[in-house]
């Protein structure tokens, strides 16, 4: 009986785990996302100053 609840046991830590690492890694990615549009943005704005 214990051995079945320490799989189960395992499984949910190794689950939730996995699930957390998809969710950081996420919104890493979309953070990077818009991170990347906002620099470019700024480069834009710039260029655009600079030519003026």
């Given at each position: 009986?214990?051995?079945i609840?320490?799989?189960?046991?395992?499984?949910?830590?190794?689950?939730?785990?996995?699930?957390?690492?998809?969710?950081?890694?996420?919104?890493?990615y979309?953070?990077?996302?818009?991170?990347?549009?906002?620099?470019?943005?700024?480069?834009?704005?710039?260029?655009?100053?600079?030519?003026?």
């Amino acid at each position: 009986m214990s051995f079945i609840l320490f799989i189960n046991h395992f499984g949910y830590t190794v689950s939730r785990k996995i699930i957390f690492f998809y969710l950081t890694n996420h919104v890493f990615y979309q953070l990077t996302i818009q991170y990347r549009s906002s620099l470019s943005g700024l480069i834009a704005i710039n260029t655009l100053h600079n030519s003026i």
